[in-house]
């Protein structure tokens, strides 16, 4: 190899590079904004987190802080968490234009929609458990320890530290919002020919023995949590499952119209 063959492959690299260094910049910054206007209105942020709570007691019972720096780490929790979260699309934009110019037209058509439907998806999960399952674990865990002091046994009175109650709420969302890019990734893997339809359908016992063990670890140790993640989770696995046959029927009809076309 000669040393104008060495210089031509040093090249890309290092465009490549510069480009790599451009991308995490934006996303740096971009996450540097949102985690400094998180922090501005994590009061007003902590405010619409505790509404699950108010929701599920019936009361107006707030949250104590048992620690001196315990609303500052709370504000700063929020930070962290609302920076990563609206910062997301930014940093998935990045990264698809980085890539981007590697792929062929049809598939950067082919990764798009899993741009777009990833943070939907996070969403839908996230508001699972802000409006269903945070009301009513929280209700159900409330409710037994108001009643543990019921005829004459010793009397308990529920009062949440604020700071584990934003790690329980932020380890929910986060775990529902993940698992529900279930159909998200088995979508793409049946894209890429990973996974099929008839490897899903067979595989449909598994999952539902997966999914019920999922739920139970995640979700608090009640019934009614469990069932509130694992029936939107099969059925979200029923969607990938469709899915991925319409890709394989689009795709055999895309291969036979290239045959004819060849013949």
Same mark, same amino acid.
């Given at each position: 190899?000669?040393?104008?063959?060495?210089?031509?492959?040093?090249?890309?690299?290092?465009?490549?590079?510069?480009?790599?260094?451009?991308?995490?910049?934006?996303?740096?910054?971009?996450?540097?904004?949102?985690?400094?206007?998180?922090?501005?209105?994590?009061?007003?942020?902590?405010?619409? /987190? *505790? @509404?699950? &709570?108010?929701?599920?007691?019936?009361?107006? +019972?707030? =949250?104590?802080?048992?620690?001196?720096? %315990? #609303?500052?780490?709370?504000?700063?929790?929020?930070?962290?968490?609302?920076?990563?979260?609206?910062?997301?699309?930014?940093?998935?934009?990045?990264?698809?234009?980085?890539?981007?110019?590697?792929?062929?037209?049809?598939?950067?058509?082919?990764?798009?929609?899993?741009?777009?439907?990833?943070?939907?998806?996070?969403?839908?999960?996230?508001?699972?458990?802000?409006?269903?399952?945070?009301?009513?674990?929280?209700?159900?865990?409330?409710?037994?320890?108001?009643?543990?002091?019921?005829?004459?046994?010793?009397?308990?009175?529920?009062?949440?530290?604020?700071?584990?109650?934003?790690?329980?709420?932020?380890? /929910? *969302? @986060?775990? &529902?919002?993940?698992?529900?890019?279930?159909? +998200?990734? =088995?979508?793409?893997?049946?894209?890429? %020919? #990973?996974?099929?339809?008839?490897?899903?359908?067979?595989?449909?016992?598994?999952?539902?023995?997966?999914?019920?063990?999922?739920?139970?670890?995640?979700?608090?140790?009640?019934?009614?949590?469990?069932?509130?993640?694992?029936?939107?989770?099969?059925?979200?696995?029923?969607?990938?499952?469709?899915?991925?046959?319409?890709?394989?029927?689009?795709?055999?009809?895309?291969?036979?119209?290239?045959?004819?076309?060849?013949?």
């Amino acid at each position: 190899m000669t040393k104008e063959d060495i210089d031509a492959s040093e090249a890309p690299l290092l465009d490549h590079l510069l480009e790599l260094r451009t991308r995490l910049i934006y996303c740096v910054a971009g996450f540097f904004v949102t985690f400094i206007v998180s922090f501005f209105f994590s009061s007003e942020i902590l405010t619409l /987190l *505790i @509404l699950p &709570f108010k929701w599920g007691t019936g009361t107006d +019972v707030g =949250l104590i802080s048992i620690k001196l720096l %315990g #609303v500052f780490l709370v504000k700063l929790k929020i930070a962290m968490f609302g920076g990563m979260f609206i910062s997301f699309p930014l940093i998935a934009t990045q990264l698809y234009r980085f890539v981007a110019p590697g792929l062929y037209k049809n598939e950067r058509q082919a990764l798009f929609p899993y741009l777009i439907a990833t943070p939907i998806f996070f969403v839908l999960g996230a508001s699972l458990v802000y409006f269903f399952l945070l009301p009513v674990a929280i209700g159900f865990f409330y409710g037994l320890a108001a009643s543990t002091g019921d005829a004459g046994q010793a009397a308990i009175q529920l009062m949440p530290d604020v700071e584990a109650y934003l790690d329980f709420v932020m380890m /929910l *969302i @986060l775990a &529902f919002g993940l698992t529900f890019q279930l159909p +998200v990734v =088995l979508t793409l893997l049946g894209q890429i %020919g #990973v996974v099929s339809y008839e490897m899903l359908t067979k595989g449909r016992r598994f999952a539902i023995v997966g999914v019920c063990a999922l739920a139970a670890f995640i979700t608090p140790p009640d019934p009614i949590s469990m069932i509130s993640m694992a029936v939107p989770l099969m059925g979200l696995y029923e969607v990938a499952v469709q899915a991925v046959r319409f890709l394989e029927k689009r795709r055999a009809k895309a291969q036979a119209v290239k045959d004819a076309a060849d013949a």
